[in-house]
């Protein structure tokens, strides 16, 4: 497998304070990669790593093999970059953020450039003062996509936008990249966004990586296990290690399960019991259950 992303052990300190704490993740070339956690978890630390625009304490980052923080800039020709919040001078016209960007990337597309702010309904002439943050993320991924990045990074891109433009950005989003087979990392804190478009994912809480997963292998090992034993035959959950929790009210047992899902369903089945099931569980139900055995509450992490 190739790795549009490797970061190896990173760790970064701001102003004394340990902001990574040894990162190591690898994003699969042409995947769709939702960094997910709560604001000040460290996401936009990561990414600035990612694209050489802060330097690590501990570690490097490679984007496809070269070092991100190459002074030749060779590995970020290939990256398109759209920040959560442009810092664009407020006296630009949208027609002065796709110059700059014509200057510095070889591989920049008018046509597409212009396609994009049609679609969009942006006028090149339209000062970016007179934009909502909503327009503004729309200038900044019609210019990223116009340069065919290899990689295209985005920084909470749909903070701040309401449902309707969120669901229609993402679309549109996944459109372009499915168009030029790019891989994709995206930040969030809002998990609605993670399930639509990711497959991949990685958890990032208090600078540690908690998970970085293919999303179908997640779903695959967990299950919710609902179970009725018989009185006789009811075991002792607390010799099974694959079950992260139970539930249990009146005869009704919930298993909650994480991994090898299939060897807990076949001890059950051997215990004969009087009515058992096998459910996928919510994306958000799994995630509590995750930060639950890393002894975090859901609170801790105020996704939404």
């Known amino acids: 497998m190739s790795w549009a992303v490797e970061a190896r052990d990173l760790s970064k300190t701001i102003d004394g304070v340990q902001a990574l704490k040894d990162v190591t993740l690898h994003i699969p070339t042409g995947a769709v990669y939702g960094l997910i956690g709560p604001n000040g978890a460290g996401k936009t630390t990561l990414i600035r790593l990612m694209l050489g625009i ?57 046509h597409r450039a212009g396609a994009l702010l049609e679609m969009f309904r942006l006028r090149r002439r339209a000062l970016l003062s007179t934009l909502s943050k909503g327009q503004k993320m729309q200038v900044s991924l019609s210019c990223a996509l116009a340069t065919h990045p290899r990689l295209l990074v985005l920084d909470e891109p749909t903070n701040g936008l309401d449902p309707v433009v969120r669901r229609e950005f993402l679309q549109l989003l996944v459109r372009q990249v499915a168009e030029d087979e790019t891989t994709m990392l995206f930040s969030t804190h809002l998990l609605e966004d993670l399930q639509r478009v990711a497959d991949h994912i990685g958890v990032l809480f208090q600078g540690r990586l908690l998970l970085s997963t293919a999303l179908a292998d997640l779903w695959e090992e967990a299950r919710k296990i609902l179970v009725v034993f018989r009185p006789e035959a009811e075991p002792d959950l607390s010799q099974w290690p694959e079950v992260w929790r139970v539930e249990h009210e009146g005869r009704l047992w919930v298993l909650w399960v994480g991994g090898a899902a299939e060897r807990v369903m076949e001890r059950i089945r051997a215990l004969e019991p009087v009515y058992w099931e096998a459910v996928q569980p919510a994306l958000d139900d799994l995630f509590v259950e995750m930060m639950r055995r890393e002894g975090y509450t859901y609170g801790d992490l105020e996704l939404e």
């Open 54 to 110: 802060w330097q690590p304490t501990v570690g490097q980052v490679l984007l496809f093999g070269n070092r991100a923080d190459d002074p030749t800039g060779i590995a970020r020709q290939g990256v398109g970059y759209v920040p959560d919040i442009p810092n664009w001078p407020n006296n630009f016209r949208v027609e002065d953020v796709l110059k700059w960007h014509r200057l510095v990337y070889r591989g920049w597309d008018e």
